[in-house]
């Protein structure tokens, strides 16, 4: 949405509609996103930290199985327009609606691996495609 408060001249809808006109796609889908994830009532995913649980909510971008310590793990970066997060599933080759392009909700810990953060067996929720 815009930032600009409506003073009742119309300068919001022509600030946004020229806003709109200049920005690129990705950045319109990045606002998007960032729309849906505010109204599933989940924390940007740029504001979580590490050690604390959060709820995220976004679209799957790529869906990768990854073996850990031998182990399978089914891993998923979650993109909700501010920042991404990698899901890991681990012991899981696959799971059923887990696919690029899904927008879904996530619950869980969040730590930080290699300056990327992850949640490791996320509770989920699928909801419809993007």
């Not at 600009?4 to 946004?16: A, I, T």
């Not at 995220?56 to 199985?65: H, N, P």
Request: charged fraction near 30%; glycine fraction near 12%.
């Amino acid at each position: 949405m815009d930032d600009v408060p409506d003073d009742g001249s119309g300068s919001r809808g022509l600030r946004g509609f020229i806003r709109r006109l200049t920005s690129t796609k990705a950045e319109l889908e990045a606002q998007e996103l960032q729309r849906t994830s505010d109204s599933e009532g989940a924390t940007p995913i740029k504001r979580c930290t590490a050690r604390r649980r959060a709820c995220v909510a976004g679209t799957l971008r790529t869906v990768t199985l990854r073996p850990r310590g031998g182990a399978p793990a089914l891993e998923a970066e979650l993109y909700d327009g501010s920042d991404v997060i990698d899901l890991v599933w681990l012991g899981r080759r696959r799971i059923a609606g887990i696919e690029p392009g899904r927008l879904m909700r996530a619950e869980g810990l969040v730590s930080v691996q290699d300056g990327r953060k992850v949640m490791f067996n996320p509770r989920y929720e699928l909801r419809g495609s993007s």
